[in-house]
């Protein structure tokens, strides 16, 4: 299961997914896709660009991963996840030819997308990519636009060690004579993406969002180079269809209200806020994130991260951090504290695992500013916690 063992588990390849959609119909045929690849903030635009389509009056499928609470999430048509009725019956159906290609847990949840998007009639799929993109599952669509939302390094095993080969993996998603959006990208990542866009006759429409002055991209007082990067590719969409263009901060204000696990504010009383910010370029916008609200210097950080992050380029970020602390989530890809400790530059303390010492620790915390961080798996237990105050 790619959930549980990681990209060991994944199939690098379109054969097995076109040989699966080929027997539940081709259903990604019949989709008009907006196709999300980056190594940071593809969630987010995608989840923006579907809330200003859905008040514009269309019908919109929304294909994101990972999952905060359940599977279900993964496959939502206006706000409303697949109910579990939808996914037996697809199972129901399909189930023969599903077993019989063996397909990875992205490979079938991506072909689960386009099914049920398909039998839904949605007007519009926003698909966001799992991992790269030119041999991601969800990329045999052929989609009216394709995001790119930035390059960093991330997946190194994968997508290459260079930002200039993980450039590459991610210009995979863009089609012939379909326009690209690109978000903040510079130097050579930039030159790889508009090189294979010239390639493919694709138009390249660049944002920039790091003039904070313009507050172009920002939401209130927080830094979100997303909002921009939506703006561009919603404005450029209406050249294409109606979609209600004013007033679009009022839209997206709405949506960054119902957006998860990013920056998202725990508590209504308490500076505690969730990020999962699980790579350099992630952390390093979560702390300028953090500079517009208090300093990092003063906030405390709980960290969860898996096996693959556990790198010392990484972990460094935290060490400005007044305070670390460390969950270890209960599952094979979760990293140990004792991986942990030695890559930061200053000690780390265990989170307490037993309700009565952790909320003890946390009602100590109540007014300071604490980061919880590190792994969107990481998510679901955070809340939990939060049920306690």
Known sequence: MFATAGTAAASWGLQGINGLCEQLGNPHRQLKVIHIAGTNGKGTVAHYISQVLQKSGYS????????????????????????????????????????????????????????YFADQKVDFAVVETGLGGRLDATNIVDPIMTIITSIGLDHQA?????????????????????????????????????????????????????????????????????????????????????????????????????????????????????????????????????????????????????????????????????????????FERAAALHEIAPLTDQSVERFPHQPHSRDRLLKSLKSELVIFTGSFYFYTCVKDWMRSF
């Not at 206006?78 to 109910?83: A, G, H, Q, T, Y």
């Not at 493919?200 to 939401?219: P, Y």
Request: charged share 25%.
């Open 158 to 330: 994968v997508l290459g060690d260079t930002l200039e080969e993980i450039a590459a993996e991610k210009a995979g998603i863009i089609k012939n004579k379909r326009p690209v959006i690109i978000g903040d990208i510079t130097g050579d990542p930039k030159n790889v993406i508009k090189h294979v866009a010239h390639d493919k006759g694709a138009a390249v429409v660049e944002t920039r969002f790091h003039d904070r002055n313009k507050g172009e991209a920002k939401l209130g007082n927080e830094l979100d180079p997303g909002i921009y990067i939506a703006k561009v590719a919603i404005k450029y969409l209406s050249g294409l269809y109606s979609i209600k263009m004013a007033p679009v901060k009022d839209l997206l204000n709405e949506a960054r209200s119902t957006l998860k696990g990013r920056f998202e504010r725990l508590h209504p009383q308490y500076s505690w806020y969730f990020d999962g910010a699980h790579n350099t370029a992630a952390v390093e916008l979560l702390k300028k994130k953090l500079e517009t609200i208090g300093s990092v210097s003063y906030a405390t950080v709980v960290l969860s991260v898996m096996k693959d992050k556990a790198d010392k380029d990484f972990l460094s970020l935290f060490s400005d951090f007044r305070k670390i602390y460390y969950h270890p989530l209960q």
């Open 60 to 115: 919109v499928g929304l294909y994101t991963s990972p999952h905060l609470h359940k599977v279900n999430e993964r496959w939502v048509v206006n706000d409303i996840p697949m109910s579990d009725d939808s996914l037996t019956r697809i199972f129901q159906q399909y189930g023969n030819a599903i077993e019989q290609a063996e397909p990875t847990f992205f490979e079938l949840t991506t072909a689960i997308a386009f099914r």
